[in-house]
């Protein structure tokens, strides 16, 4: 009898993982409101202006270590997802497209990829997509999020990831139920801390029904939540910016997928192509400049108005709280040591991120008092 | 999110670099709630627990699909035999397994590590390395395995609880709209509990006992072997209670009550289930014997001692036998 050598495999049994090209560097260059591109542009421009230095800055130190063919892409990020009264003032987008154009080129520098936090919601990789087209990307991180453990918890109860809330540690515990002899107040336990906690809990959705009521306790981070209709979702949840931040960077880091595909691909509309009139129907990314490198990075940085630190914080706390597909982190992971300048990658997504906080010189600026 | 058995194994592996550690599963089976089996997209379907999820399937030789593993935190007491107790933090992993569109298990396990630590870590610490969980202070882990398994105390209460996380999983794919809730047999969901001491300096060949507990449909398992054997032990787990449910299915819940009614002349009602039985239940049978040497090795040996599917086939037989003598029977009259 010979010795052989058989083996019996089915495909479907490792489910297929779609890859996403990957840039070394994305940086976002703000985040601004459809409407802002109403005002001749000069909320749009000044913030690009105002990007520009660290835009420069950013990128040599990017080329000093990766080279002069290192990929670093733009983009901006338009928050259609929670409209107010003045988003009527907005203009449609093809026109705001080009009003981008020509700010960015006064400010020095292209912006490759245009982004909606609507899309970051429910993704489509086309304009006007039908149903089929759509991916319930905040769902999806949703359903990633794995609550901190209360002390006792022996998998007897199913966690409390129903309430819609996340915070970084162990609540206080609430003494409103305890009708007579109310015990005393205990603080909120945040494990891992230094001798002092920072303890945080975070909106994540509200139900669509009761919307109205926005965020009521004082430890809230996230106000941002606008009662009108938002984008709604498969689960008839409104989900909070803190979460849709959370799903804004995981996709910039190219590591969210729907059942292993590759969603919200940047569109790139042909030139006769007619852009739709709402933006609603935009794909989620859409791709800007001819030739741009990837819209997913290694590594992103986000230039800030600081008035939306509370929903970056928010977004950090979540990406804290949320366990990827080992596969897709081991394969970025592995790609990053195969690059022509190898590097190791931080192992949390939390950890290839990086924020800058500029000031805010449009939304307060400072008025004498009448005297 | 990923393929269970790979994330798995590197849970075990990537957690007993140097030290022991101890992992422990438990796994229960029961039948689809549904009239008729699933076919497979309707499977995958019911399978995708949570929204975008992987699932891993395969045809051959029985169709089994498996969830994307399920996560749940933990931060609770540890029995351990023979002095007191431990308190563990971590993770634990369950996914619902479905065979043929018809039967379907949960699945729970824990890889329990020892730290000298004495506090919890940050939240992100835990989630580096799902399915694990770390035992401040240091028993010894034949203590934390025995401790599971220790048939005279019930495993709910205040210590690990992996009956209640695997049984949940079952509880979410049973609630799925998509099944009409109908049950064709009355058959007891079955558990097997399961510890194993995985030591990378195991130089011995692996050890497994199977014990059979006094509670009905309730065994255990104990096994001591290396880091590398998690990914079979595991699927040797589910297997083994797949088919022990099968055969106890096949023994309680048709041929006993089809024989007592025999006697009363009462068949009638039961060739529905004979039926079920033959059609959906018997195609089943499909020891895992193909997925590795080791996987082989175990198997036989518990073919050996329990001729387990010597017995099935004399169930098999016997179950064709009492359809055929009510069809006789219905025929005369």
Known sequence: MSDVEFSYRELSETPHLEQVPLAHLSIQVGRVRPEDFADPGRPVARRLEQAAPWLEAAGKQV????????????????????????????????????????????AGFGVDYLARYAGCAVACDRPRPGFRDRHPLADIVASLIVPEAAVGANGSRPPTEHTGWLANGQR????????????????????????????????????????????????????????????????????????????????????????????????RFAPDEPVPDLWSQLPSITQLTPDPAPFCAYQALSLLASRHRDAELAAGIVLDHVRLDDRVLSLIAERALAEPVPFPLPSAPIGRISHLFLDDFLDDSYVRPDT | MSAPTHSRAAAATGA?????????????????????????????????????????HVERPVRRVVSADQICGIDCGLRLARRGRSRAVGTVLSHAITTSGRVLQGSAQVTLTAVGAAERQAWRHYLRRPGTAEIMGWPHPADVADGFLDAAVPARGLDL???SISDRVIEAVQADPMLDHSTPLRARTSVVRWAAILDPGHDDAAVMHLTKSVAPGLHFLRFQGRPADLAMLDRFCEEFARHEWLLNTMQEAVLDRAERDLARDLLREHLDKLGFALNQLVPLWMPPTHLSPQMKTFWTALEDQTRYSRIFERHTTRVRDLRDQFGLRSRRN
Request: charge should be negative.
């Open chain 1, 63 to 106: 080329r000093d270590r990766f080279g002069h063919r290192a990929r670093i892409s733009t983009c901006l990020l338009v928050d259609d997802h929670s409209p107010s009264a003045s988003a009527l003032k907005a203009p449609e987008p093809a026109a705001a497209m080009e009003l981008l154009a020509r700010a960015a080129d006064a």
């Open chain 1, 172 to 267: 206080s515990p609430d003494f409103r139920s305890a009708m007579d002899d109310p015990p005393a107040w205990s603080p909120p336990v945040v494990f891992g801390r230094e001798r002092h906690s920072v303890f945080v809990d975070v909106e994540l959705w509200s139900l669509d029904q009761d919307s109205e009521g926005g965020t009521a306790g004082g430890a809230a981070t996230d106000t941002h939540t606008h009662p009108l209709a938002g984008t709604p979702s498969g689960s008839g949840r409104q989900y909070s910016i803190s979460l849709l931040t959370a799903v804004w960077h995981l996709l910039r880091l190219g590591l969210l997928r729907d059942a292993g595909e590759a969603v919200a691909v940047p569109y």
């Open chain 2, 16 to 56: 007993g670099t140097a030290a022991t550690a101890v992992v422990l599963g438990e796994v229960r089976t029961c039948l689809l709630q549904n009239r008729d089996p699933l076919a497979t997209p309707a499977t995958v379907a019911l399978m995708r627990l949570t929204p975008g999820a992987p699932v891993s």
């Open chain 2, 161 to 163: 609880d992996l009956a």
